[in-house]
């Protein structure tokens, strides 16, 4: 009874918030779910935690036909480590991400970020799942999954597919979801060996603030040289932007504070758009992506980081 009154409260709340009817399913299997994604064609959005979604419908940003709530799909939980890497449900939360062991120790640089995401009831509803379908330029989470290499799984009643997360998030608010697809899971491929993360934020505040600047970097070493590294910016471009160049200047080098000054100098640069908006200026965001790349780049070079 408890649960049918909650149900039924949600559903009056996306009304009231959307200003108008909305079909609204809650489903409680995956099936159910795929079955109304793929329902008469109706264009649908996928509720998970609901963190920007509510907000969105409340300031009618968006107005939707159909509202397919996934919360309560257990098939869409869970963490555990397979051949590949460590597959990571679509519903994992932030504070779930946070206290996770298998998490800490394959991508170190999740766990920091889901720290800094919002307030602690922000991060118990907030999800992966949500944050690569809501594809924001400024999405914390997604900067380090693709940071990380992550692969995203997507099924619909067609059947099952895997994308490089750099691929499917590939515009403003703009993914290659397709209309009928849900996202199932985020693979974390296994990682090189003594690889080292970093996760860096720049924000108003320290806590509870959309970025101006966001960074992750994975680095390996061999050697002395650099053997492995992958980065990626948030806030800086009309979505989340891989750093080729920086990768490019790091790559099979020997890290010095002249490279990793002229690396991050060369990335701003060349690897980023950054434009002026209510948060910054885009000269603003590549002066300070440029200093805190650098920064990043000589603290791995010295050893394991990952504080945010």
């Not at 991400?97 to 999740?110: G, H, I, N, T």
């Not at 809501?134 to 597919?161: F, H, I, M, N």
């Not at 959309?210 to 979505?239: N, T, W």
Request: hydrophobic share 45%; charged share 30%; proline share 3%.
């Amino acid at each position: 009874m408890h649960g049918v009154r909650r149900d039924r409260a949600r559903r009056a709340r996306l009304r009231e918030g959307a200003r108008l009817s909305v079909d609204y399913v809650c489903a409680r299997s995956l099936e159910e779910a795929l079955n109304a994604l793929a329902l008469d064609g109706t264009p649908a959005h996928v509720l998970a935690g609901g963190t920007d979604l509510m907000v969105e419908l409340r300031t009618g940003r968006t107005k939707p036909a159909r509202v397919v709530d996934v919360w309560k799909l257990a098939e869409l939980r869970g963490v555990r480590e397979e051949a590949g890497g460590l597959r990571l449900g679509a519903l994992t939360t932030c504070a779930e991400l946070a206290r996770d062991p298998c998490v800490a120790k394959a991508a170190s640089a999740l766990v920091a970020v889901a720290r800094d995401v919002g307030a602690e009831q922000i991060q118990a509803r907030a999800t992966l799942g949500g944050n690569l379908g809501t594809a924001s330029p400024a999405g914390d989470l997604c900067v380090v999954l693709v940071a990380l290499g992550a692969r995203v799984r997507l099924r619909s009643l067609r059947g099952v597919r895997e994308l490089d997360a750099e691929a499917f998030l590939c515009g403003y608010r703009s993914t290659l979801r397709e209309r009928d697809e849900l996202i199932e899971s985020i693979l974390i491929p296994a990682r090189p060996a003594g690889e080292r993360q970093l996760w860096r934020k720049l924000g108003t505040r320290r806590a509870q603030s959309i970025s101006k600047v966001a960074l992750a970097v994975c680095m390996a070493f061999d050697g002395g040289r650099v053997s492995a590294v992958r980065a990626a910016a948030g806030a800086v471009g009309p979505r989340i932007l891989r750093l080729a160049k920086l990768e490019q200047e790091l790559m099979g080098a020997r890290v010095d504070a002249a490279l990793a000054r002229g690396a991050g100098a060369a990335s701003a640069r060349l690897d980023v758009a950054p434009i002026d908006d209510v948060r910054s200026t885009g000269d603003y965001r590549r002066h300070a992506l440029a200093r805190m790349l650098a920064t990043a780049i000589r603290e791995l070079s010295e050893g394991p980081v990952c504080r945010s």
